[in-house]
Protein backbone atom coordinates (compact mmCIF):
# COMPACT_ATOMS: atom_id res chain seq x y z
CA UNK A 1 0.00 0.00 0.00
CA UNK A 2 2.98 2.00 0.82
CA UNK A 3 4.27 2.13 -2.82
CA UNK A 4 1.10 2.96 -4.43
CA UNK A 5 0.55 5.62 -2.15
CA UNK A 6 4.19 6.99 -3.37
CA UNK A 7 3.76 6.00 -6.73
CA UNK A 8 0.85 8.16 -6.70
CA UNK A 9 2.72 11.19 -5.10
CA UNK A 10 5.66 11.16 -7.39
CA UNK A 11 2.50 10.82 -10.59
CA UNK A 12 0.51 13.79 -8.75
CA UNK A 13 2.40 16.79 -11.26
CA UNK A 14 1.27 14.81 -14.54
CA UNK A 15 -1.93 14.06 -13.04
CA UNK A 16 -2.91 17.41 -11.93
CA UNK A 17 -2.95 18.67 -15.46
CA UNK A 18 -6.49 16.18 -15.83
CA UNK A 19 -7.82 18.39 -13.50
CA UNK A 20 -6.58 21.67 -14.52
CA UNK A 21 -6.85 21.39 -18.27
CA UNK A 22 -9.95 20.57 -19.07
CA UNK A 23 -8.46 19.76 -22.86
CA UNK A 24 -6.40 16.61 -21.86
CA UNK A 25 -7.54 13.62 -22.65
CA UNK A 26 -6.38 10.21 -20.59
CA UNK A 27 -5.55 7.64 -23.02
CA UNK A 28 -7.30 4.21 -22.46
CA UNK A 29 -5.99 2.35 -25.08
CA UNK A 30 -3.94 0.29 -22.87
CA UNK A 31 -7.47 -0.89 -21.06
CA UNK A 32 -9.08 -1.06 -24.33
CA UNK A 33 -6.71 -3.38 -25.96
CA UNK A 34 -7.08 -6.06 -23.03
CA UNK A 35 -10.71 -6.62 -23.49
CA UNK A 36 -10.49 -6.63 -26.82
CA UNK A 37 -10.12 -10.32 -27.35
CA UNK A 38 -12.87 -11.07 -25.11
CA UNK A 39 -15.53 -8.66 -26.19
CA UNK A 40 -14.51 -9.59 -29.94
CA UNK A 41 -14.99 -13.00 -29.17
CA UNK A 42 -18.08 -12.35 -26.75
CA UNK A 43 -20.72 -13.96 -29.86
CA UNK A 44 -18.21 -17.23 -29.96
CA UNK A 45 -19.13 -17.90 -26.50
CA UNK A 46 -22.63 -18.26 -26.52
CA UNK A 47 -22.19 -21.58 -28.28
CA UNK A 48 -20.57 -23.13 -25.20
CA UNK A 49 -23.11 -25.76 -25.64
CA UNK A 50 -23.81 -26.28 -21.65
CA UNK A 51 -21.97 -25.18 -18.28
CA UNK A 52 -19.21 -27.25 -18.70
CA UNK A 53 -18.37 -26.04 -21.84
CA UNK A 54 -18.60 -22.31 -20.49
CA UNK A 55 -16.00 -23.16 -17.87
CA UNK A 56 -13.84 -25.11 -20.19
CA UNK A 57 -13.89 -21.65 -22.53
CA UNK A 58 -12.98 -19.77 -19.49
CA UNK A 59 -10.26 -22.28 -18.32
CA UNK A 60 -8.93 -21.83 -22.00
CA UNK A 61 -9.30 -17.99 -22.04
CA UNK A 62 -7.60 -17.56 -18.76
CA UNK A 63 -4.41 -19.77 -19.56
CA UNK A 64 -4.52 -17.78 -23.10
CA UNK A 65 -4.17 -14.22 -21.62
CA UNK A 66 -1.89 -16.21 -18.28
CA UNK A 67 0.76 -16.62 -21.32
CA UNK A 68 0.45 -13.78 -22.91
CA UNK A 69 1.21 -11.01 -19.74
CA UNK A 70 4.18 -13.67 -19.21
CA UNK A 71 5.32 -12.98 -22.72
Request: glycine share 10%.
Amino acid sequence: MGQALQYIKNQQPGLMAYIEDGNCEIPNNLAENSIRPFTVGGKNWLFAGNPKGATANAIVYSLMKRQKLMT
